[in-house]
């Protein structure tokens, strides 16, 4: 079955510093994608990146950088020189790979707190 | 585009009582998708549509009911509401539903069941 395990709960950090947020799967899927998406305070889901499994590169969007590792099965995200507005909650999720339904499995996200 | 809509954005339920939540895409997204958020979890899925007249059960379909007479709308329907459904409902909509695609979500639905 597939599992996606974010064992980060909380994360507390001063602005400027830089954080990563770790992301866990599990999938017997040999095709599959993963995503990040963010919950601001204000509660909506704004999608951040999606990234497939054959494509290992990294991937850099300003101060938000993610590192996709198959080995490891781990989609970690950092973000550099945090600010007050990165605040919010992180999930990754993983497609369900029966068929084409682009179901999502969501980790139980994690909350960043960047203090100023 | 206003996306992906929701209403209401709040809600007060007692015990055995039904509503409809409603969910409205203007992108012409054929997948369409309702999860729950309940506190400090992630979002675990409820019921999906492929398209217009088709509907399928998710993780955690019990106590709950969909139907997709549009591609636009999927409303969410309680029946008999319990406490155990207090959460926040998500509605979210995707192009074609390949795992290719991403999922726009809609502001959410805060429901509570007293």
């Known amino acids: 079955a597939q599992k996606v395990t974010q064992a980060q709960t909380e994360i507390s950090v001063v602005e400027k510093e830089d954080v990563t947020l770790d992301c866990v799967y599990e999938?017997?899927?040999?095709?599959?994608?993963l995503f990040w998406y963010k919950q601001p305070p204000s509660g909506e889901l704004v999608f951040l990146i999606r990234?497939?499994?054959?494509?290992?590169q990294n991937e850099i969007s300003g101060r938000y950088s993610w590192n996709f590792q198959k080995s490891t099965s781990s989609f970690n995200f950092t973000i550099t020189a945090s600010q007050v507005v990165d605040s919010a909650v992180y999930f990754c999720?993983?497609?369900?790979?029966?068929?084409?339904?682009?179901?999502?499995?969501f980790g139980q996200g994690t909350t960043l707190q960047v203090k100023p | 585009n206003a996306g992906v809509t929701q209403t209401p954005k709040f809600r007060i339920l007692k015990i055995g009582q039904s509503m409809t939540l409603q969910c409205t895409q203007d992108?012409?997204?054929?997948?369409m998708y309702w999860y729950r958020q309940d506190p400090g979890m992630g979002l675990k899925l409820i019921y999906y549509?492929?398209?217009?007249?088709?509907?399928d059960k998710g993780e955690v379909p019990n106590g709950y009911n969909v139907s997709r007479s549009t591609t636009e709308d999927f409303p969410l329907r309680l029946e008999l509401a319990a406490p155990s459904q207090t959460s926040v409902y998500f509605c979210?909509?995707?192009?074609?539903?390949?795992?290719?695609?991403?999922?726009?979500f809609g502001p959410g639905t805060r429901l509570t069941v007293l």
């Open positions: 979210a909509s995707s192009h074609g539903g390949l795992s290719t695609d991403t999922q726009y």
């Open positions: 999938t017997r899927d040999t095709t599959y994608y």
């Open positions: 990234r497939n499994s054959f494509d290992e």
């Open positions: 999720a993983l497609t369900d790979g029966s068929g084409n339904t682009g179901k999502l499995i």
């Open positions: 992108m012409n997204h054929n997948y």
């Open positions: 549509s492929v398209g217009a007249g088709i509907t």
